[in-house]
């Protein structure tokens, strides 16, 4: 009999693993035994499955760049053991740590599948189960003796997305994520349907793990009226290592000379400045439209189409290199995990 895949569940915390408290109608973590005991169908999967749990299970919301090196370091410690990684997380922030993973974790060869649910695994009408056990099945898939997958994924509601191309976009559907510039990996029907071509290639090299994030980044979202005061005052201070810009459509922003002064100021002492647009779907294109050819001849970097989690785990990851600007720029404007098109 040919050896089973070893899966290890990583449980973080979030909805998935929550009860509700009948004295106060909150949502509680509970003990992350009981979420085997909720789901015995998990014994039928071809594949063993250890599970290991953050010592305090938390709800996203309260996810932080020291726990994302927790996260590393659980991986890095049973990688060789283990053909794959399930990581139960919270819906809120998500997106944001599959992201950060996926620049963390470099020459990633096994599967790393974030889920979670929208209700509670013990609630009648649960999608937790759905997500779990497929999600596991997903890190299970094995291609020439080696893992089918080979990175960072986030499975929800039928669907694994490429984790730093996702996005959650709803607070009440189980269709809670979205992966608006990049198809679904694969496609969960009567059978699992995997696009081969859409997947990272896999990689021979050793896996590589950065845990030096820099958190300090300024986002702006620009919005007409935007006030001149209230933006000099937050981007003279330079109290940051880079400026993400959230602007409108393909990349346009207000021409006004003030604004344009103040970026121009960031960027000549070093501070990179990346333009992401607003808008869901599609790319930032400066230089198509008057209001970004200004940004374009400043230096700004391009953020094409990454979502707002992957550009700035991006920054997180790049910041802690000490790179020179025109290198940042040219890094950042290159795809180093599919982040971008
Ligand atoms: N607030 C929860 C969390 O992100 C929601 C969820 O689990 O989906 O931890």
């Known amino acids: 009999m040919s050896k089973q895949p070893k899966i290890l569940l990583i449980y973080t915390g979030g909805t998935i693993g929550m009860i509700k408290d009948f004295e106060t109608g909150a949502l509680k973590a509970f003990d992350f035994k009981d979420l085997l005991e909720k789901i015995p169908e998990l014994r039928l999967l071809e594949c063993e499955i250890e599970t290991t749990s953050f010592e305090q299970p938390i709800d996203s919301s309260n996810m932080n760049p020291d726990l994302w090196v927790d996260l590393c370091n659980i991986i890095e410690s049973n990688y060789d053991r283990c053909d794959g990684f399930v990581i139960l997380h919270g819906s809120d922030t998500m997106s944001y740590t599959a992201s950060a993973l996926s620049f963390m974790l470099e020459n ?5 599948i974030f ?21 596991i099945q997903i890190a299970a898939l094995r291609k020439r003796n080696r893992s089918y997958i080979t990175e960072v994924g986030l499975y929800f509601e039928y669907k694994l997305y490429r984790g ?79 400026v993400i810009l959230l602007t409108f459509g393909s990349g346009n922003s207000t021409t006004s000379p003030w604004f344009i002064e103040l970026l121009k100021k960031n960027i000549q002492i070093g501070i990179p400045v990346v333009n992401i647009t607003q808008c869901t779907w599609g790319s930032v294109q400066m230089g198509n439209y008057e209001t970004s050819t200004g940004l374009k001849n400043l230096g700004v970097i391009s953020g094409k189409d990454l979502t707002i989690e992957a550009a700035i785990t991006k920054m997180m990851y790049l910041n802690s290199q000490n790179l020179s600007p025109k290198v940042f720029k040219t890094i950042f404007e290159t795809s180093l995990r599919g982040e971008m098109s």
């Open 108 to 112: 990633l060869s096994k599967p790393v």
């Open 115 to 135: 889920t979670g649910s929208q209700l509670p695994i013990g609630d009648l009408r649960t999608d937790a189960k759905e997500n779990l056990i497929t999600a």
């Open 164 to 242: 730093n191309r996702s996005s959650k976009i709803s607070a009440e559907h189980f269709e809670a994520f979205k992966s608006p510039n990049y198809p679904p990996l694969v496609t969960s029907g009567v059978h699992l349907t995997i696009e081969d071509e859409k997947l990272l290639p896999y990689k021979r090299k050793k896996l590589i793990v950065h845990r030096e994030l820099k958190t300090d980044i300024m986002v702006v979202h620009l919005y007409p009226g935007i006030s001149q005061k209230m933006l000099t005052s937050l981007l003279n201070n330079h109290e940051f290592s880079g």
